[in-house]
């Protein structure tokens, strides 16, 4: 199936850890996104690579690293977590071929305890 | 820069009824508008989108959307509302003249009665 995955669907996982969220996107997009929706349902955009250069960094803490090894993903890495992190990540990519429009995976719940 | 408003938190109709979600939006470009819909525990779904080509744009499910460059508005509508569209919907604008960033409206929850 082409599409947006990423692992793990549910993190749960205790204050001060370093946690990796992996994304891979078979749709052949040149441009990866991680966006953070908080307990509100509000989503924000965190950072976007277009052809593994970084292209968007919102104020996000530097505990928050991206890494694109290549086109199709675009990982997430946060270091020493804190409560304030619990919420879902999306990953998302798109087209600047395709006359806009992204596609999202279903998202990762990270729960910090 | 970008923004959207979306006039609702919580809309609530009966099954057949017609659907009204409202969204405004502020750009300083000729925007990219887009409904995206989100049930629980599910990721999001692009609905539909405007990229200046015809006004009145329909997505899937039944749901259209009119760009009103007068009113700043983007509203999105159904005849006739089904159970299965109870979700969370999110009205998104484009910032700038690329694609790259999304700004998100605030979400309208629909809740459909039986």
């Known amino acids: 199936d082409t599409a947006v995955s990423q692992t793990p669907k549910y993190l749960v996982t205790q204050m001060g850890n370093d946690k990796s969220i992996k994304c891979e996107q078979n749709?052949?997009?040149?441009?990866m996104y991680w966006y953070k929706q908080d307990s509100k349902k509000f989503l924000k955009i965190m950072f976007s690579?277009?052809?593994?250069?970084?292209?968007i960094n919102e104020t996000v803490p530097n505990r928050f690293s991206p890494k694109s090894p290549d086109k199709a993903h675009l990982n997430l890495h946060i270091n020493s977590l804190e409560l304030g992190d619990s919420a879902v990540y999306f990953c998302?990519?798109?087209?600047?071929?395709?006359?806009?429009?992204?596609?999202f995976g279903s998202g990762t719940r990270l729960t910090v305890v | 820069a970008q923004s959207v408003t979306q006039l609702d938190s919580h809309v609530s109709v009966s099954e057949g009824t017609p659907v009204l979600l409202r969204c405004n939006y502020s750009?300083?470009?000729?925007?990219?508008l887009f409904w995206y819909v989100q049930h629980p525990n599910k990721g999001l779904q692009l609905l539909l989108k405007?990229?200046?080509?015809?006004?009145l744009v329909k997505g899937i499910n039944g749901f259209e959307a009119e760009f009103k460059k007068s009113e700043t508005s983007f509203h999105l509508t159904k005849p006739s509302a089904h159970m299965s569209d109870a979700a969370e919907y999110f009205c998104?604008?484009?910032?700038?003249?690329?694609?790259?960033?999304?700004?998100f409206g605030s979400g309208t929850r629909l809740l459909v009665r039986p």
């Open positions: 998302a990519s798109s087209s600047r071929w395709e006359a806009y429009g992204y596609t």
């Open positions: 750009s300083s470009y000729s925007p990219s």
């Open positions: 690579y277009n052809n593994k250069e970084l292209i």
């Open positions: 749709l052949g997009h040149d441009t």
């Open positions: 998104v604008v484009s910032e700038g003249d690329s694609s790259y960033k999304l700004i």
């Open positions: 405007y990229t200046s080509a015809a006004t």
